[in-house]
């Protein structure tokens, strides 16, 4: 997505030219038809003017506790003045202000203040009592781009994807979501995270690196889903904050485990396999297809040329041919939903020598 630089100024001579001309209009058209067509054009241009202001404008938002986030114009030089208080319980003391722990210039003092920020620099604003005294409180400012729509600290995975991976083994409704910060912004760290389901919280833990999280749906895996699952994380390189977002119901992530026991029978001729053992039970009412394929030696499950190609809902696949040298491959997915396909198992097949 590309955010739009062109701003709409009113003061133009355009738009009054316009108006003024319909006013001054002679011509067949009785006074009252002119008079409001001449009011249709300066409502008008007073909505487009009105809209390009609100996109030009920097708005505060408290993110959570502590934490303020400016929604900055992009590619704007914009300057906000924020309003900063360490708190009712030190109304009257000597308050100093700190920013990343170092004394601002000029000195600032005060309970209440008013802080300019500029662009992207934000900040760690601290408040102490007295120039070198105990610290009180804190605000952290972080800028926010307006429209959030270029990303730096995350790279994109896929146009289908964007910038957020989750999957999950089985429908008990614990999932696992993943992001890749990019080079530049490898020291990028995690705010906040929410996740929640029509309103309900759905509790997450981050991952010890900051480069995922692991969530926690309560819903019985028997019901059947109304509601997406919506989640949003919030990630800072210094004072640059970018939200990312992500829409998706459960059964649109479940991807089976790789499937275990995969073997060749005595005779070379019937390969089978078993269920994950993370997969929901009964198996009839949570049933898999599987997808079984024949390369040649040497070649990975990946590739698009092949001996054999089918799929099956049997959990064994009896093979014809003649060649002695390949590698079978087979991979697993929820019949019923057509979500993704599960990570591929294979038996290199050399001769006499089974590899799986």
Known sequence: MQSSDTQTDCTQPSYWSVIRSAFSEENSESSLVVKMRAFFLMLLCAVVCSVSSDSHQVVTETLMDNVLVLRVPHGRRAVAHVSLSCGEAYQNQPVFW???????????????????????????????????????????????LNPDNRSVILEKKSAEEGYIHCSAPNYKGSFHCTWTRTEFRAGAAV???????YMESIPCELNADGSGIHCQDASCPYKEEQHPISLAVYIHSSALLEAYTKSFYLREIVRPAKLPNLQLSNDGRMFSWDYPDSWEKPCTYFGLHFQVKMVHNGQSCHDDTYIMHNTTDQTKYEINVKTRRYVFCVRAQDKHTSGPWSHWSQCVVNKDSVRC
């Open 98 to 144: 700190k920013k990343n722990g170092v004394d601002m210039n000029p000195p600032l003092q005060g309970n209440q203040v008013m802080v300019p920020v500029e662009e992207t620099k934000g900040g760690n604003y601290t408040c102490h009592l007295g120039p070198d005294g105990d610290y009180l409180n804190h605000t952290v400012i972080l800028v926010q």
């Open 191 to 197: 705010l906040l995270v929410k996740a929640q389901r």
